[in-house]
């Protein structure tokens, strides 16, 4: 990674969202860029304190801070951040089951992925990016229904049994935690036309001042047709934020110049530079989204700026 | 435990020695002293890299420092002694298998008790006091034998295949150990009388100076007839301790005067006195040691004095 990293303790990435956020497909591309040997995965879902069959037998939901070891995935991300290896619990999605921990050695960027990342302060305090992923609700149930069922062994209704037990946690734990986030990021399908595939999600990134995100000026439009706009708005919590929207329908030809810009402004990562925005689309098949792709490089550039010490802390 | 104790964080008992030592023994009546609600129990065979069958599929044994996690293990215990709890790898004896973690919370009193506890620097620098349990070789092999059949579900050619595989690594990697401790002890059968049952064995503690032992002046008698005696001796490195001799044959009444004297010595512990010296002997049913429970008392002992502060560190 960059030559002139000057940050010697691996950066932390926070993706944090419901089941089924996209969580993971962001993380892929960011991986890509990175390095796969740079990068290590740490997913919270492995600090489940139950099995399925625990879970249902205690009446307790995956997103209760009380069915996992939150203190626990903080000491290791902790640690992490140190330098230190760390014994990784294992969580078995397609079992459901608790598994033999496995050694998890720390890289220059660690990205954690999971549903409650983000629920304490100590938590919050390992992250040097943090990031909500928020999609449009009835977009996420699709995923959920289609990841589901076909990586972890559910049938339909029992996905949409696990939705229902899932929904008040979920309300109460997990969306909350959406205003810690450095950047929320929003997929929801084009109001105007149908998107089958989901190559064409609209992605829209609430950006907060607690970032000093990128100068997009030279590429943003004053009008908005093109694709990629940008815009002061109030967010539901009242509070102003930058609104950053690419439109899932941008050409591909103004959507390589955003991507250029982006590149220009890490020249440290420039040598890096790999294909971005694919996605296994609902049938299973190899996907390409403009939108992902510049959503996978946004959040990249900062974790190659704290790389380089641009937001010391 | 004692009211005026003045280090607020767990103190750390190491115990360490080959397979079937007598560690677990030694620690019981340690517990039944300080109490089980006060006492943690950290067993280092958890943090076994390979099951049963890895290890023979590697051709590796569990004594070999690369078969283990002890960096995992120091990690362990030096968030224990900050007071923090962990998510502690779980090996089953019985299948040889690695199971789910469990949390462990620190207690005041930690006791580790394993392998290879004391291989590293950092590892040995985790410790309040450090105990290498070195029994006579041929009584060792009889009590892996009893233990590994009737617990771990081994047949007795199993235990002896075992035991040959390994020897070597025992050799290069347990015994060295030995050096670091600050008290040796080592049981042995009685040279003048069989000893079936194991209730006279001999207890022999080599007393280094690496910590302030107790005065033992008004019990010890100049003759050494009376089964309790203290000498200055070279170790086996040439190096000068004391021995402490407790002779299995001890009368009773003899061995509760200096049982009394060791309470004295720890009035802040006095109010705990507890029944020791109990083991399982090898027909299975519960006996009664004298030299087994002034070896316990002895090394609580030290337990409590460090909790008092009295070898700061």
Redesign the interface.
Known sequence: MPNNRVVDRPIILGLVGDSAAGKSTLAKGIVSILGPDRVALLQSDDYHRYSRSERRRFGVSAPDPAAN?L??LE?HVC?LRQG????K?VYDHMRG?????V?LEPKPFIIVEGLLGYHTRALRDCFDVKVFVDPDEALRVKWKMARDCAERGYSEDEVKLSLERRAEDSQAHIHPQRTFADIVVRFAPPETQPDECGARLNARHLLRPTLPHPDLGPVLDAGGKSGFRLALARDTDGKPVDVLDIAGDIESRRAKAVEDLLWSLIPEAHHLRAPLGQFIDHAGQPAQSHSLALSQLLLTYHLVKAALGHFAR
């Open positions: 070891y203190d626990i000491q640690l230190k290896p760390i014994l619990p089951t608790l598994e033999r921990p050694l």
